[in-house]
């Protein structure tokens, strides 16, 4: 079994930024790819952004391109993932969740991906 744990929510304004981690532990001896989503209130769950096992290539929905960078750790056996989220908006608020896929190669399917995290809080004020 895989245990993902996210981490670095919080409270900040408009034009601010903020970094989230993700930790796999567990079985995580498998290379996974690694993906971020969100679901704000009354909204369904959408696709942030998606990093490949080898970390070479990365996927961004359109909404945060230019402003959000994901990335992993350098030993891609880590299973450890970040999110560095710049020039914030309000419509940026919502739960992030980050999750694990067997496949390596990502996906910007919720439904490709196996293992999940709680999710972590992120609230952009004015």
């Known amino acids: 079994q895989v245990q993902v744990v996210e981490s670095g929510g919080g409270l900040v304004q408009t034009g601010g930024s903020l970094s989230l981690s993700c930790a796999a532990s567990?079985?995580?001896?498998?290379?996974?790819?690694m993906g971020w989503f969100r679901q704000g209130s009354g909204k369904a769950r959408e696709f942030v952004a998606a990093?490949?096992?080898?970390?070479?290539?990365?996927?961004?929905a359109d909404s945060v391109k230019g402003r959000f960078t994901i990335s992993r750790d350098r030993d891609n056996a880590k299973n450890t993932s970040y999110l560095q989220m710049n020039s914030l908006k309000r419509e940026d608020t919502a739960v992030y969740y980050c999750?694990?896929?067997?496949?390596?190669?990502?996906?910007?399917?919720?439904?490709?991906?196996?293992?999940w995290g709680q999710g972590t809080q992120v609230t952009v004020s004015t």
């Open positions: 999750a694990l896929a067997r496949d390596g190669w990502g996906s910007r399917q919720a439904e490709q991906y196996d293992y």
């Open positions: 567990g079985r995580t001896s498998r290379k996974y790819a």
């Open positions: 990093i490949t096992w080898t970390g070479a290539t990365t996927y961004y």
